[in-house]
């Protein structure tokens, strides 16, 4: 009879468990839906689906970019780990572009040197990568560096082409598979506020003044 007993006890707990466990990820799933507005917060919102909707719910905080392997314009090899250093603005260009990127770059330059001017603060780490990796090897990231006049410590990418358009796709919500009607990759405008936990933390255009402006008031909110 107690072994019975014991028995149903066992069952109703380990439904009960099952439950709350199923009602608890119902409840994060719900939160994650959620489209909040960010005069709501003051917090800066997490990015972590393709749908670019800012969120802050426990979900959305436990994406990251993912891991990648790529190599800079001095030939040197990194990783995510490049990321640990402190906020990163991450964002996409090809050396042969002549149309948005140079704008692109320049209004980014623009926001490191006013950074860079600035006593104590925060101080981000500028990752720029080739959206044309087949054809942006080393040697090509390290003329386009020095022809726009980069600062040295400002980082080109390049890699496996597959990996690459993987990196952007999944980690960053970049399509840069697509090529435009020119033959070319995409010319995207777009940058990225990455925190320390290699999160997105915010989604700019970087070829519009204001968007730059935003970039910079929320890199001393991070």
């Known amino acids: 009879m107690n072994c019975k007993v014991k028995s149903t006890a066992a069952r109703v707990f380990a439904v009960s468990g099952a439950l709350v466990a199923l009602l608890g990820a119902m409840i994060l799933v719900s ?3 959620k489209r909040e507005s960010a005069m709501a917060h003051e917090q800066l919102p997490y990015y972590a689906s393709p749908d670019l909707w800012p969120r802050w719910d426990w979900l959305s905080r436990q994406h990251d970019v993912g891991e990648f392997v790529m190599l800079d314009q001095q030939g040197k090899q990194f990783d995510q780990s490049v ?3 402190g906020p990163t603005v991450v964002s996409f260009f090809f050396t042969a572009c002549v149309t948005v990127c140079p704008i692109s770059i320049d209004m980014l330059k623009g926001a490191q040197a006013r950074i860079a001017a600035q006593p104590g603060g925060v101080k981000p ?3 720029s990568i080739s959206v044309a990796p087949q054809f942006d090897d080393p040697a090509a ?4 560096a020095k022809s726009v006049q980069l600062a040295p410590e400002w980082r080109l990418a390049t890699g496996d082409p597959a990996q690459v358009v993987r990196l952007a796709q999944r980690g960053f919500y970049s399509d840069i598979a697509t090529l435009g009607p020119d033959g070319l990759p ?3 405008t777009r940058a990225l506020l990455i925190d320390r936990e290699h999160r997105v ?3 700019y255009d970087a ?3 204001s968007e730059i402006f935003r970039l910079q008031r929320d890199l001393a909110r991070l």
Request: proline share 0%; net charge positive.
């Open 207 to 209: 070829s519009v003044a």
């Open 125 to 127: 780490v500028f990752l």
């Open 31 to 33: 939160d994650h839906g």
């Open 83 to 85: 990321l640990d250093q």
């Open 141 to 144: 990231l390290r003329s386009y």
């Open 201 to 203: 933390r915010g989604i």
């Open 186 to 188: 995409r010319h995207l």
